[in-house]
């Protein structure tokens, strides 16, 4: 889909994505429990929020339109409605248009797609952000409310963890279907985890993982027959957190003083749904590849083009299997990719530079637009540690909700 208006990413805020095992989240092993409180998702809004204002300069006055990623607040903190929420983040949004997206896991990919879709319309200045908090629930019950993202229905008896049971799924048929390893699962976990202990931002950047302890991590699943093909070190984390961008026209880059070397461009976007009630080849992700064609075709680009990538990596597997949804690798030659270096921070396409989601952390309502902001880091040279080598000129996201039922794709080109 073509981009009517020119659209950019001025900058943004994005808060640290913390949960257990990071060294401020407050729980019952931490020497300041009883004293202290987490954020609550409002404190996560107004803190992206803040910074946004401070690093692109904008007159929180000009902006047309906000936009908010959620998933569950209503489950984890009793709370809809969440468009108002944003709008109360600054005295100057009051009475502006504001509203909550929501696609599962892609909700902040579909609050991008709806940003975009303002400017196309005629808006010049728009704030897109998403936020979950997720640690409010034990891990069962979270896992109940996340598993709204399936077919409830249908799949919530698989496993008390849906999710990673139906990631599970996809494991154990690419073991069968082209030799799949949990060697090349180990691997991937190894990458993610080095990427994030350089990213001060990251839910584990305080937590090692070495090919060892990926091999013997934990395996947590009730399913007998699925049991065997996921560990906790293939798991993205529990995370709260939030993250804000601010996508402007010509005209709004103008307005705050920018110039377009300034800011990364929205050169192309995808999405792409499948029905909720009918699995597809576990072996593939094919919304995720069609979101990421669709992509391409709108940037006049493809593969070979892009320099940088974030995707979706809720289970090792789906890392493995977005390198071959974008083009990377042809199928089941993921794991031998990665192994080559080729997707690390000093690789020829690095992927998930910062951690993705099994290290940076996963606040499902942020990921998507957390995504964006990282290619704008990584293209505008503020990822410290995690720094790529050469500036890239194109960037690629894949945001996917549910078991690859929705994915938004997007490519980005350095101002």
């Known amino acids: 889909m073509s981009l009517i208006r020119r659209a950019f990413v001025a900058g943004g805020g994005c808060s640290s994505f913390i949960g257990k095992f990071h060294p401020d989240f407050i729980w019952k092993k931490h020497p300041d429990f009883g004293t202290k409180e987490n954020p609550t998702y409002s404190d996560y809004i107004k803190m992206v929020v803040d910074d946004l204002i401070k690093t692109t300069g904008v007159n929180p006055e000009d902006v047309d339109r906000l936009y908010l990623g959620n998933f569950v607040g209503e489950l984890f903190v009793n709370q ?15 009475g502006k248009p504001a509203a909550r997206l929501e696609a599962a896991c892609a909700s902040g990919g579909l609050a991008m797609l709806a940003g975009l879709d303002a400017i196309a319309a ?138 377009q070397s300034d800011a990364v461009e929205v050169v192309g976007r995808g999405h792409a749904v499948g029905s909720l009630f009918k699995d597809s080849d576990p072996t593939v992700l094919t919304n995720s590849s069609k979101a990421v064609q669709q992509a391409y075709h709108s940037a006049g680009v493809g593969v070979e083009d892009i320099s940088v990538a974030e995707v979706h990596d809720c289970f090792t597997v789906t890392e493995l299997l977005m390198m071959e949804a974008m083009g990377l690798c042809k199928k089941g030659e993921a794991g031998a990719t990665l192994r080559s270096g080729a997707t690390g921070i000093d690789g020829t396409l690095p992927i998930n530079t910062g951690g993705g989601l ?58």
């Open 122 to 259: 005629g808006a010049d200045i728009v704030l897109v952000a998403g936020v979950e908090i997720q640690t409010t629930a034990s891990a069962r019950a979270g896992g109940d409310y996340l598993a709204r993202a399936s077919d409830y229905v249908r799949q919530r008896s698989i496993d008390d963890f849906t999710f990673p049971a139906l990631f599970a799924r996809r494991v154990k048929a690419c073991y069968e279907a082209y030799g799949l390893s949990e060697e090349d699962l180990s691997h991937t976990a190894v990458k993610a985890y080095a990427n994030g202990n350089k990213n001060p931002l990251a839910h584990m950047k305080a937590v090692k993982m070495d090919f060892e302890g990926a091999m013997t991590s934990p395996k947590f699943l009730s399913n007998e027959d699925l049991q065997p093909y996921m560990r906790m070190s293939d798991c993205s984390q529990v995370s709260d957190g939030a993250t804000a961008l601010l996508l402007v026209s010509e005209k709004g880059l103008a307005k705050i003083g920018m110039s």
């Open 80 to 94: 809809g409605h969440m468009g108002a929420a944003l709008a109360g983040a600054h005295p100057a949004f009051d």
């Open 358 to 415: 099994v290290a940076f952390g996963h606040p499902v309502g942020a990921t998507g637009v957390k995504q964006a902001l990282e290619i704008f880091r990584q293209m505008k040279g503020q990822c410290g540690e995690y720094q790529i080598q050469n500036q890239p000129k194109y960037g690629l996201t894949i945001n996917m909700g549910g078991d690859d039922r929705t994915a938004v794709s997007l490519v980005l080109k350095n101002g």
